[in-house]
């Protein structure tokens, strides 16, 4: 079955600091995308970062980058020079296939905490 | 442009009681799906609506019903309420195409049973 593996529960740093939300994934899917999600106390789901499976380039939106190893299904999401408005839940996700359409499997999260 | 909105944001209700939360997909869109997130836990899908038809069912019982209208909206209703149901109820939409590339979330509805 399809799954996503977010192994740590919360993590805190100091601003300024640059913080890695690790994620393992597990499909049977051959295309597959994998996406992050930030959760502010709101409780919205706002999207960050979508990788599909067939490009395992690297890349950097700002402060956002990422690391997508296909040999080890993991798909890591970096944030640099941390800044207090990153303290959220984040959440790793995986479109798994629904005959016609896509759902997505969530993780349980990782809890980002940025001290001042 | 609207993203996606819910109502009511919260409410309370008693274990046995019914509810009904509604959802608005974003202006284009025409696939809801709903999705379940129990306090510390990821978002769990309940089931996925397309021309009014439940097209998924995730692993939930038949208490847990829903509806699309035409203009795309829809809801979700919850029968027989029980004290495990407490969650944050979060409907997502996407064109039916797209849904491969992920959803746009509302803010959820925050349900309490007591």
């Known amino acids: 079955a399809q799954k996503v593996t977010q192994a740590q529960t919360e993590i805190s740093v100091v601003e300024k600091e640059d913080v890695t939300l690790d994620c393992v994934y597990e499909?049977?899917?051959?295309?597959?995308?994998l996406f992050w999600y930030k959760q502010p106390p709101s409780g919205e789901l706002v999207f960050l970062i979508r990788?599909?499976?067939?490009?395992?380039q690297n890349e950097i939106s700002g402060r956002y980058s990422w690391n997508f190893q296909k040999s080890t299904s993991s798909f890591n999401f970096t944030i640099t020079a941390s800044q207090v408005v990153d303290s959220a839940v984040y959440f790793c996700?995986?479109?798994?296939?629904?005959?016609?359409?896509?759902?997505?499997?969530f993780g349980s999260g990782t809890r980002l905490l940025v001290r001042p | 442009d609207a993203g996606v909105t819910q109502s009511p944001t919260h409410l309370i209700k008693t274990r046995g009681q019914q509810v009904t939360l509604r959802c608005s997909p974003k202006?284009?869109?025409?696939?809801v799906s709903w999705y379940q997130q129990a306090l510390g836990q990821g978002p769990q899908f309940i089931f996925q609506?397309?021309?009014?038809?439940?097209?998924q069912r995730g692993n939930f019982p038949d208490r847990f019903s829903g509806h699309q209208f035409p203009n795309y909206s829809s809801e979700l209703n919850v029968n027989a309420l029980l004290l495990g149901d407490s969650a944050l109820y979060l409907c997502?939409?996407?064109?039916?195409?797209?849904?491969?590339?992920?959803?746009?979330f509302g803010s959820g509805t925050r349900l309490t049973v007591v």
């Open positions: 997502a939409s996407s064109r039916w195409w797209q849904t491969v590339y992920g959803y746009t």
């Open positions: 499909t049977r899917d051959t295309t597959y995308y």
């Open positions: 990788r599909n499976s067939f490009d395992e």
């Open positions: 996700a995986l479109s798994e296939r629904m005959d016609s359409s896509y759902k997505l499997i």
């Open positions: 202006s284009g869109h025409d696939t």
């Open positions: 609506y397309y021309e009014e038809e439940e097209r």
